[in-house]
């Protein structure tokens, strides 16, 4: 397969705007291997094609950046969640980064978790809807103070015309999301950097490749709602 084909329309903005410490971290999510680029299209389950992959390998090697954003935003939680089993060591890391008596969970399939009254935070790789359907699992007895993920996909889930972190503020409309990066931050690092692997015009194609199936959620988690 020569080259990459471009699978749909490109945006009007081609060129996003990322924010330089989150380019940060999408430099070293690609040199640790955690974010990959797949300029020829891989085909998901559900028949999406993507142009990246997202897949954590050892996240709770980040743990400190979490500690970092939850003591920026000051959230203050007595309780880090973790909302599937292969979040728990980043859970148990980022609890041990905060110190401070703070402790950690991982979310139960009979949601028996006893949370009452202590203030919760989910700390996960990425927003999905096993994450929401963990975060409602507690909602009527610990209060949710906040959610710190990795990435942000920005993009709509698969039987909805929201994104992941919108369909999370339906139901949660003023508890927020932080993402220590997010999709326009990965489009901004290949729009400034040339790669060893790809020539100039693939480069573009996998860019325009990527903006063509962005999504509907352009905007920032981090936005105060």
């Not at 790669?195 to 936005?223: C, F, H, M, V, Y």
């Amino acid at each position: 397969m020569g080259g990459v084909a471009l699978i749909g329309k490109v945006p009007s903005d081609p060129k996003p705007q990322g924010n330089l410490e989150k380019e940060d971290f999408i430099v070293e999510l690609m040199a640790t291997g955690n974010l990959t680029l797949s300029p020829k299209g891989m085909q998901l389950p559900g028949g999406r094609i993507r142009f990246y992959s997202f897949c954590p390998v050892e996240m709770e090697g980040f743990a400190k950046k979490y500690a970092e954003v939850i003591r920026k935003e000051k959230l203050g939680p007595d309780i880090i969640f973790a909302p599937t089993q292969e979040d728990l060591p980043l859970a148990a890391a980022v609890t041990q980064e905060l110190g401070g008596g703070i402790g950690y969970y991982r979310h139960t399939q009979s949601g028996d978790l006893n949370l009452k009254g202590k203030k919760v935070l989910i700390v996960c790789d990425t927003m999905t809807e096993k994450v929401i359907a963990a975060a409602r699992s507690f909602k009527a007895g610990g209060i949710l103070v906040g959610c710190v993920i990795a990435f942000d996909p920005q993009e709509r889930m698969e039987r909805s015309d929201l994104s992941a972190i919108q369909e999370f503020r339906k139901t949660f409309r003023h508890v927020p999301v932080h993402a220590l990066a997010r999709l326009a931050d990965l489009v901004s690092v290949l729009v400034k950097t040339a790669s060893k692997s790809l020539n100039p015009g693939e480069r573009a194609a996998l860019i325009g490749n990527i903006l063509a199936q962005w999504g509907l959620n352009r905007e920032d988690p981090n936005k105060k709602i």
